[in-house]
């Protein structure tokens, strides 16, 4: 069965643009978290959302934003972007937020965002 | 605030040898704790985990313990192969239903042939 799909996978903004990065999990499944991974900070939580309701959010600015689709399908967007948004995006699916990260809870293989 | 760490950026090993990776924790409501295992140029994969109630579990060559009081656990594979040869994260979770995870900044593990 398909797994976790990131689109687009690489992406160059410039500073002070947005960038929309969507999410499509797992069929069936209808939890999507999304982290940001940068060297030396590991993966930090960004979004928790389960039936188009966010469960849960990190401690990041208000310029990042997320939403979920009925279809599950998921975005998050970050606005007026800065250097150091530069990362890699992950999101990860599961069938419900029960899933405590262990089997079943997959991880995309993410977005790369480089911002000069 | 880092509530989850690992200090050893990176951890080289021969081949059939036991590879040990640590990881230290602050927030002593964590109940949940799991390592992931992640490839260049693809996501995580969960490998295993342990719940706050047990010391140790076993999958295979991987064995997690976990010590409460220290908040500490670590991660042994043993034997150590070549494809074991990734980064590794360590993970935690504080109650109830939810997916939001604390991750550690990784280890690089090198296995060596």
């Known amino acids: 069965k398909a797994g976790v799909t990131q689109t687009p996978r690489y992406l160059i903004k410039t500073r002070g643009q947005q960038v929309t990065l969507s999410c499509s999990p797992i069929?069936?499944?209808?939890?999507v978290s999304w982290y940001q991974q940068t060297p030396g900070q590991g993966l930090q939580f960004l979004f928790e959302y389960f039936s188009e309701t966010q469960r849960n959010k990190g401690n990041f600015p208000g310029r990042f934003s997320g939403r979920q689709f009925s279809n599950s399908r998921s975005e998050m967007n970050v606005s007026t972007l800065e250097l150091g948004d530069s990362a890699l995006y992950l999101c990860a699916s599961s069938l419900g937020p029960q899933s405590r990260g262990t089997i079943g809870y997959t991880f995309g293989s993410g977005t790369r965002l480089t911002v000069v | 605030d880092q509530q989850v760490k690992q200090n050893s950026p990176s951890l080289s090993v021969q081949e059939g040898r036991i590879s040990i990776l640590n990881c230290d924790y602050t927030?002593?409501?964590?109940?949940?704790f799991l390592w992931y295992k992640k490839y260049p140029a693809e996501g995580p994969t969960f490998l295993i985990s342990?719940?706050?109630?047990?010391d140790k579990n076993e999958d295979g060559r991987f064995t997690v313990f976990l010590n409460k009081s220290a908040k500490h656990l670590s991660l042994h594979i043993v034997p150590s192969q070549p494809g074991d040869s990734a980064v590794y994260f360590c993970a935690a979770s504080k109650g109830g239903a939810t997916n939001k995870l604390i991750f550690g900044t990784g280890t690089l593990l090198a296995v060596q042939p």
């Open positions: 069929s069936g499944h209808r939890s």
């Open positions: 927030n002593s409501m964590f109940d949940y």
């Open positions: 342990i719940s706050s109630i047990k």
